[in-house]
């Protein structure tokens, strides 16, 4: 998996901290991607539309389209061709996919520690 190398947005990046976002290739909105739990469109608060497992809108659903290993929507499948997208104050940037063939990718599975590194 590709790692962003976020050294061109130093600057603007405490500027923009809620610009980092979630979409399916669908274009639904799956949350904003932040560490803090307690924001209602965080994909990590487990109440919330955007990160409780049993969401319809939820990567953390593996039940969804978005979090299930077989959807080719889905940021949980190995092959998935249409993973969710990241989108930095509307900019495309990568993909949140387990898919190690898709550029400008970041697994599931190292978010959180992503997120909080960056200071999201």
């Known amino acids: 998996m590709l790692f962003f190398n976020w050294a061109f947005f130093s600057d603007t990046i405490e500027a923009f901290k809620e610009g980092l976002n979630l979409y399916g290739s669908d274009g639904v909105y799956l949350g904003r991607l932040t560490t803090n739990k307690y924001l209602a469109d ?5 109440y919330g539309v955007y990160g409780s ?4 809108t939820s990567i953390w659903n593996q039940y969804s ?4 290993p077989y959807s080719n929507k889905s940021a949980f499948n ?3 061709s249409y993973p969710p997208l990241i989108y930095f104050n509307n900019y495309f940037i990568g993909y949140l996919t387990t ?8 697994s599931p599975y190292h978010l959180y520690d992503w997120l ?4 999201f």
């Open 99 to 106: 898919n190690n063939y898709k550029p400008n990718s970041l």
């Open 116 to 119: 909080l590194y960056n200071g």
């Open 78 to 80: 190995s092959y998935a």
């Open 53 to 56: 497992k049993y969401s319809q």
């Open 65 to 68: 389209q978005y979090g299930s």
């Open 42 to 46: 965080s994909v990590f608060n487990e």
